[in-house]
């Protein structure tokens, strides 16, 4: 089911920072659309600020769908997204209205844009406790660079510190004797389920202008209580393996919480994480040949739009 004149459903994607959710609000209110945020930490309850949530009046004014869906600590997989985020895709249009995709982690775009269906693989737990167990104790880099051998592919597009990923790349390897990029390829078989089109602020040559923007933000987010939510994070009782603790933002305060640095630096770290991050998602999308580039501050970018996903 697609409304009456719409070719594709828009998603918003691009680098923290870069103005997407800002432009995805303004595209809700022209089109009376609701937001479905493509953001693998959003999803986490009580984790407002270090993951730039829309404020309760942007909430309050436009439907977001997406976030607020889990507890720190709990697992949620790619596929799980997936399931979730049609629904909501499918909720939004039964009642006539846009649905609005927005975000920056690029293995949930991706997945969406080429309708990637994620197999569950059959690895035993008792493998993927124990390569768990060796990162806290030893380090990731022994299942990297076994990751990098074995699969090369994969490994290129995994960074060593999203100890999540690297873990389940590397078992499928072991597990299966098959690469994950090969269990990766043999999921695109069924193609996508709705036809998307990518829009993104182009940022590839002003780097300096979004890297101020990071900065700026990390300050704000200070300003709004940034270190309060951190420490109820640590608060709980989840293991520090969990995904949420791995979100930028979050886990630069760990050695500061543990009296090993600065204020101040733990804030200098989580600005030159979020850079490095943003050129990793330009990198991501950089390869999805036919997004959309608009550029930052651009007064036509509602225009641009329309004519690529309205009739």
Request: aromatic share 10%.
């Amino acid at each position: 089911m697609m409304l009456d004149g719409l070719k594709a459903i828009p998603i918003i994607c691009g680098p923290t920072a870069s103005g997407k959710s800002s432009l995805a609000l303004d595209l809700c209110r022209k089109y009376k659309g609701e937001l479905i945020s493509c953001d693998s930490m959003q999803i986490y309850r009580h984790l407002d600020i270090g993951t730039a949530k829309a404020t309760r009046e942007e909430q309050k004014e436009i439907p977001h769908h997406m976030i607020d869906i889990i507890e720190p600590g709990t697992d949620y997989s790619v596929n799980d997204y997936l399931t979730a985020c049609f629904d909501a895709i499918e909720n939004v249009l039964s009642r006539g209205k846009l649905p609005v995709l927005c975000g920056g982690t690029g293995q949930y775009i991706s997945s969406l844009k080429f309708g990637i269906k994620y197999t569950d693989e059959p690895i035993p737990d008792d493998l993927v406790n124990k390569l768990y167990k060796e990162a806290e104790t030893d380090g990731i880099d022994r299942i990297y660079s076994e990751l990098q051998r074995m699969d090369p592919e994969a490994a290129s597009g995994i960074h060593p510190n999203n100890i999540r990923r690297v873990i389940r790349a590397y078992s499928v390897c072991v597990a299966t004797g098959k690469t994950f990029s090969e269990w990766n390829k043999e999921s695109r078989t069924e193609g996508p389920r709705y036809p998307f089109i990518l829009f993104e602020y182009d940022y590839e040559a002003c780097r300096d202008v979004l890297y101020d923007r990071i900065n700026k933000r990390v300050d704000q987010m200070m300003d709004e209580g940034l270190l309060r939510e951190v420490e109820y994070l640590y608060s709980l009782d989840i293991p520090r393996s969990s995904t949420c603790f791995q979100a930028i933002g979050y886990k630069e305060f760990a050695p500061y919480l543990d009296g090993q640095i600065s204020l101040e630096k733990a804030i200098y770290d989580v600005k030159l994480n979020s850079r490095h991050y943003a050129k990793r998602q330009l990198t991501w999308f950089r390869y999805i040949n036919d997004i959309v580039k608009i550029k930052p501050g651009s007064e036509d970018a509602l225009s641009i739009i329309h004519s690529y996903a309205f009739e």
